[in-house]
């Protein structure tokens, strides 16, 4: 049995499957983090972001590009295999692209449930 205060299950646009390095990168992001925070509402244990506030989210598009979604491509393959730890992978990528938006992580290293 699953008990939970509800989630939001995201799909992509049949015709956009090409948007899923960008996807998988941006949700283990500090920025993605940032925005989620802004938008939680609930108390710790019970936080939750309305489908509403998902859309006003933004989403930065063709930051992961040329070598890095060739690695993005490569590393998602290996996540559906189960044999990869993806979120690891994305913090060393991110933190070595001069592009794609990094502020600096928060004093705790726990993350709203």
């Not at 290996?78 to 913090?91: A, D, K, P, Y």
């Amino acid at each position: 049995m699953i008990v939970t205060d509800g989630c939001a299950r995201l799909r992509l646009i049949p015709g956009k499957e090409h948007l899923l390095p960008e996807l998988a990168v941006w949700l283990c992001s500090e920025a993605f983090k940032v925005q989620f925070r802004g938008y939680t509402t609930g108390s710790d244990g019970l936080a939750l972001v309305s489908n509403e506030d998902l859309l006003d989210f933004i989403f930065p598009l063709n930051l992961v590009d040329g070598e890095m979604h060739e690695k993005v491509t490569r590393h998602i393959a290996l996540l559906q295999s189960g044999e990869f730890r993806f979120s690891r992978f994305v913090s060393d990528l991110i933190d070595q692209s001069e592009k794609y938006p990094n502020p600096p992580k928060r004093k705790y290293s726990w993350a709203v449930v």
